[in-house]
């Protein structure tokens, strides 16, 4: 008897468990899908680029011109790292910026709903990750750039296939910003800032640099790691190179700059460029949430 009841009790668990996270998964789902359904502009490109212009007519000021923050004492904070925007239903950062923040430097805004409606999903969109975008343009002509006419996968691999001397882009869609894809291929050929490519701090393992090999070779590489007195360098054949010593390290030359080409701005319609983008904004390891997010607003019960 003793056992029985502790079978049927068991049972009972199990089922209880399976009701309680078929009902959270529910509600999440459906907390989604008011949250977007509550910004009929949701993941617009369009409204995103309409609010970007707003906000430099209207928060630029205090904001700074990027929403990265403004200078100076009282100045507002910066809106990309804002946990309010980040966290916060697109309903909520509607209202702040409708009604302003009382006892605070932000006024309320007397403007149409659907110009605030730009803003918030602009907002939106300088936290969000790039799958969570609805990117134009044309994915599988963007991969024929990515291994055809860019020559992105001569350093980078995506689910396997591609090369060694740039980070593994397979979740890159999931794990950077658009912004943060674009400015990666477009400050590397205007000779800005390399901060936040794809290639992030060139000091941890992308560094670039050339090698000589017992046979008199010259192959491009990056070493994984090193010190004044060993490294350890991966070349472009995905061969590993362990160099110790003054000896050996001098069959190794450092670059100033990363494997990244500095000529994507001459090499890449902007048409071309938009396509590669809407190509790295679907990589993903989880492609199936990833489209769930994009299309949570077209959801039906």
């Not at 490519?197 to 990056?222: E, H, I, N, Q």
Request: net charge neutral; hydrophobic share 35%.
């Amino acid at each position: 008897m003793g056992s029985s009841w502790c079978k049927g009790s068991l049972l009972a668990i199990v089922a209880c468990l399976i009701v309680s996270g078929g009902m959270a998964q529910q509600q999440r789902r459906g907390a989604a899908r008011e949250n977007a359904n509550a910004n009929p502009l949701h993941g617009n490109p369009e409204a995103i680029q309409a609010g970007q212009e707003q906000f430099r007519q209207t928060c630029s000021n205090c904001h700074g011109a990027n929403a990265e923050g403004g200078q100076g004492e009282g100045q507002g904070p910066s809106l990309v790292t804002n946990s309010v925007v980040r966290r916060g239903s697109d309903t909520t950062v509607f209202g702040i910026i409708q009604h302003g923040v009382p006892g605070t430097a932000m006024p309320p805004f007397n403007l149409p709903d659907q110009k605030i409606w730009q803003l918030v999903s602009y907002l939106k969109s300088l936290s969000a990750t790039a799958i969570s975008l609805n990117v134009p343009g044309n994915v599988d002509a963007g991969r024929a750039i990515f291994f055809g006419k860019g020559q992105c996968s001569s350093c980078h691999m995506i689910q396997g296939e591609g090369g060694f001397l740039g980070p593994d882009l397979t979740n890159i869609g999931a794990s950077r910003r658009l912004d943060q894809l674009r400015d990666s291929i477009l400050m590397q050929a205007s000779g800005g800032s390399t901060s936040g490519d794809l290639y992030g701090d060139p000091m941890a393992g992308f560094r670039a640099v050339t090698l000589k090999t017992s046979d008199g070779r010259t192959v491009r590489g990056v070493a994984k790691s090193y010190t004044n007195y060993s490294a350890q360098v991966l070349d472009e054949h995905g061969k590993l190179h362990m160099l110790h010593g003054p000896a050996q390290m001098k069959q190794m030359t450092m670059l100033e700059k990363s494997w990244m080409p500095d000529d994507y701005g001459k090499r890449l319609t902007s048409e071309e460029l938009q396509n590669l983008l809407a190509f790295l904004s679907r990589q993903a390891v989880r492609p199936d949430a990833a489209e769930q997010t994009v299309n949570q607003q077209q959801e039906v019960d």
